[in-house]
C-alpha cells in the first residue's frame, strides 16, 4: 500500500540538529560474544520479576532467568549460555541502585530448550500469540518498556480499530529504528501483522520522519505485501511521541491522563515490533536488540546488535574507543535521555542509544529569571503555559501547578531546549509531577 | 581490544557529568537577545544622530551610561551578581533615550533611567520580574513630572549636520521648518502638538497632510523625540526584530492596525477633529512603540491571541488619550496601562493543554 493518509500538524516541537548522519548510513554490526553480562532484573515498567536461578546454576541461551511478577511485568531471560554469576547491585539507567544478575559466558552461545517457532501464526489463536509475547519477555524497546502483551490486550470495552507501528524516531542523534527498518524492516512488518491480528485491526500504520527517506522507500516497497500503510512524518521532534504520532496520523487527540487505546490507537515500536516477529515467527525471547553508539568523541561510532546486559563499556570499546575524553555519557538520545556516572551500566531492553558527548558540547550554565519570550509556550507540544508553571514550581505551589495541567508535562525537553534564559524547566516539573504523585499515593 | 591501542582512556567515573535532560540546548541567551535587540535598534540610532546631530549622541550615551550604572550600583547595594552583562539595562537605557527630546539635559536622563532602573525594575525583582516596561516608565515620569522639557523644548532637525547641530538651538533651521509647512518657530512643535494646536480651524490639517510632510515624517525629518521620529529606520529595525525572533509580528500589527482603523473612523466621521491614519502612524511614538516597547517581552502577553488584544489595546488608548486627551501623545501611557493587564490577558487566552476537550473536563 502506498501513503496516502493525510497527516495532521501537531502544535510546537522544534528541530534539533540531528547527528544522525555520524551512524545512519553505517551497517549494522553484530556485537561479539562478551565473557560476562550484567543484567538488570527488573527492566520493564510494573511488577519486578522475580530470579528463578541462583548463582552456579548452568544456563542455556533463551533460558527464563526471572518469572513475572505479576500482569503488567515480563520474565527475564539468559542474554547467553554459562553460569548464573552473583546478585550485585548496581547503578541503574536512571541513577538509582538496582539489582542486577551476571551471567558467566560459557562461549558456546548454545540456545536451551525454550520456545517453539509459530511459523502459521495466521491461523494460531490470538491467546498462544499473546502468551508467546508474554514469553518472550517483550516490552515497548522504544523508551517506556510497557509490557508488550498487557499493550496487546485492550479491555473489551476499549474499541481498537488503529495499530501505530512509530519509526519516527525524533530523537536527535538515534539511528538505532532508522537501522532495523533498513535491515530489518520486514521482520518489523510482520511483528506488525502479528499485533495486527491479536488486536483485530485492519488500519496499521508506520509513521517515519521524512529524514529518513531510504527508510521510507524500502518500508513502503515491503510493505506492499502486507495490508500496512507507511506515512512519510514532517520532521519535528517530539514527532515520536505517542499523542503527537497519533494525532499526526489519525487526527485524535489523548487526553491528560488518558491512553492511546482510549482513542482506539495501539502504538508500537518499530524494535518491539521486529521483536514480536522474532518471538512468534522464530521462537527467540528478547535477549539482544540494536543500539546506537554515537557521539562526537566515539572513534568509531555504529549500531550493533547487542545483548541485553552489555555494559557500555564494552560497547564503546567495540567502537575502538574514544578520541577525546567525553564529558557526558547518556543512555538513550540527548532531547530525553539520561545521563550516566559510569560506563558499567547495561544495555537493558529499551536502550536505543548510547550518546556520548564532547566538552565543549556540553553546556554548564546556571539557570536565570524567566525573560517571559515565550519561546517555550510557542515550542511545547502540549501547550502548555510554562513560565508560570515553572514560578509556581520555584514557589513550591504544586497544587496551583497541578490545577495548571503540570501533569500534561512529557518531558520531552523542548521548553528547556528553547529557553534562552537556560530555565531548568524539565527539572521543575518533574519535581513537581513527583510531589503531586507521591501526594495522590498518600490519599 | 583497542583500548589498550588507544591513547585516550574511557571515562572513569567521577569525570563524568551527570544532569538532567535535554543535553541539547539551543543557541540562546538572554544577553544575546539584548544584543540583537541593541543591533536592530542601530537604524534608529543612526537617524537621532543624521537628523538630530552631537546632543542626540549624547543623549543616547547619558542613559545608557546611567541605566547601566544604577543597575550595577543596585546590585551592588543589595550584594547580588551583576546583571550587567545580560545588557538588560543598555536596552532600557537606549530606549528611553530615544524617548526623549534631542536636547535633553544630564539631569533629565538622570531622572528618567532613576525612575525606569531603580523604580520599574529593580524594586520589582530585576529582570524578568517587572510588570511595565521600564523605558515606557520613565518616558511617563518624566512627561508628567517634566512636562515643559518633555513636550515643548523641540529642535528642529539638522539632517546630516552632526557638529553644526550644536547651533541648532539658537539658529533656526528655516529650510526644515519652511518645508514641514506648519512649524512657526525656531524651536519646533512636533507634528502631533500642531495638530492638537490647529484644531479648530476649519481644515487646520491640509498643511500638515501633503505629500512632502508625509515623506518627511516616513524618513524622520521632524521635530520629536529622537527614535520617534524615523519611521523609515524603525522598520529597518523591525525586520531585524522580525528576523532574530525577538518579537511577535502579532502585536506591532495589532498596535498599528487598531491605530490606522480607529484614526481612519474618526477622521472620515469629523475630519476636522484628527488627522488621518497615516498621520497617525508615521508620526510620534507609534512606531517605535508598537515595534520596540509593546514587544518588550517581559511585559506583553505570552499567547499570539494575547498579543493581538494587548497591541489592539495599545492602539484603541493612544489615539483616545491623542486625539481627545491632555497629551499630545499616548504611546507610552497605553503601553503602561496595558502592561498592567497582561497577567489578566495570559490568564485569560491560555488554552487548555493538548488533549483538552470540554466532554474531557478540565481541573478549572
Known sequence: ?443 | MSEENNTVKLPEPGSLIVSSSPHLHENSSISKIMLQVLLCLLPAVLAAVWFFGLPALKVMVYCVAFCMLLEYLWCRLMKQKSTLCDFSAAVTGLILALNLPSHSQWWLCAVGSFVAIIIAKQVFGGLGQNPFNPAAVGRVALLIGFTGPMTTQWVAPTPGAFVGAFDAVTTATPLTLAKAGAFQATTSATPLSVAKNCAENVDPFAALQTADSYWNYFIGNMGGSLGETSALAILIGAIGLLAFRLIRWEIPVAVLGTMAIFTWIVHTTSPSTTPGPLFHLLTGGAMIGAFFMATDMVTSPLTRRGCVIFGAGIGIITCVIRIWGGFPEGMSFAIVIMNALVPLIDRFCFKRPFGWTHASGGAK
Request: with cysteine; hydrophobic share 40%; charged share 25%.
Open chain 1, 1 to 443: 500500500m502506498n501513503s496516502t493518509q493525510k497527516v495532521v500538524k501537531f502544535r510546537g516541537g522544534v528541530h534539533p540538529r540531528e547527528g544522525k548522519e555520524l551512524t545512519a548510513s553505517r551497517e549494522l554490526r553484530i556485537a561479539p560474544l562478551l565473557e560476562k553480562y550484567i543484567v538488570p532484573i527488573r527492566q520493564s515498567i510494573g511488577a519486578p520479576p522475580t530470579l528463578c536461578v541462583k548463582k552456579g546454576d548452568a544456563v542455556k541461551k533463551g533460558q527464563r532467568i526471572a518469572e513475572p511478577g505479576g500482569f503488567v511485568s515480563v520474565p527475564l531471560h539468559s542474554p547467553t549460555s554459562g553460569t548464573v554469576g552473583d546478585v550485585v547491585e548496581i547503578i541503574g539507567v536512571t541513577g538509582a541502585a538496582e539489582q542486577a544478575v551476571e551471567i558467566i559466558a560459557d562461549g558456546q552461545d548454545e540456545w536451551g530448550a525454550g520456545l517453539d517457532p509459530i511459523p502459521n501464526w495466521e491461523n494460531t489463536d490470538r491467546e498462544l500469540l499473546k502468551k508467546r509475547i508474554l514469553d518472550a519477555g517483550i516490552v515497548g524497546m522504544g523508551g517506556a518498556a510497557f509490557p508488550t502483551h498487557v499493550k496487546l490486550s485492550p479491555p473489551p470495552e476499549k474499541n481498537i480499530d488503529t495499530l501505530i507501528i512509530n519509526g519516527a524516531e525524533c530523537e536527535p542523534y538515534l539511528t538505532a529504528d532508522h537501522r532495523l527498518m533498513l535491515d530489518r524492516g520486514e521482520a518489523a512488518l510482520i511483528g506488525a501483522s502479528i499485533a495486527a491480528k491479536i488486536l483485530k485491526v485492519d488500519r496499521v500504520f508506520v509513521g517515519i520522519e521524512e529524514n529518513k527517506p531510504d527508510a521510507i522507500q524500502k518500508m513502503t516497497e515491503l510493505a506492499s505485501k502486507y495490508k500496512i500503510n507507511v506515512v512519510p512524518l514532517r520532521v519535528r521532534y517530539p514527532q515520536g511521541a505517542e499523542k503527537q504520532l497519533i494525532y499526526a496520523l489519525t487526527g485524535r487527540k489523548v487526553v491528560e491522563g488518558g491512553l492511546p487505546m482510549d482513542v482506539g490507537c495501539v502504538v508500537m515500536n518499530v524494535g518491539t515490533a521486529a521483536a514480536v516477529h522474532n518471538a512468534v515467527v522464530l521462537g527467540e525471547p528478547l535477549i539482544e536488540r540494536i543500539t546506537t553508539v554515537t557521539g562526537s568523541p566515539v572513534a568509531d561510532p555504529a549500531n550493533f546488535l547487542f545483548r541485553i546486559g552489555t555494559p557500555i563499556r564494552k560497547a564503546l570499546e567495540l567502537c575502538g574507543g574514544v578520541t577525546t575524553p567525553p564529558a557526558k555519557v547518556i543512555m538513550g538520545g540527548p532531547m530525553m535521555g539520561f545521563a550516566q556516572s559510569n560506563i558499567e551500566v547495561p544495555i537493558t531492553k529499551n536502550s536505543s542509544g548510547v550518546l556520548l558527548m564532547a566538552p565543549e558540547e556540553v553546556e554548564q550554565f546556571m539557570g536565570n529569571p524567566c525573560i517571559r519570550c515565550g519561546r517555550c509556550v510557542a515550542a511545547c507540544p502540549m501547550n502548555l503555559l510554562i513560565p508560570q508553571l515553572s514560578v509556581m514550581v520555584e514557589a513550591e505551589k504544586f497544587d496551583m501547578a497541578e490545577h495548571n495541567y503540570v501533569m500534561d508535562c512529557m518531558e520531552c525537553g523542548i521548553c528547556a531546549y528553547v529557553c534562552p534564559a537556560k530555565r531548568p524547566l524539565v527539572q521543575h516539573f518533574r519535581r513537581a509531577k513527583a510531589e503531586i504523585l507521591a501526594k495522590r499515593r498518600k490519599k
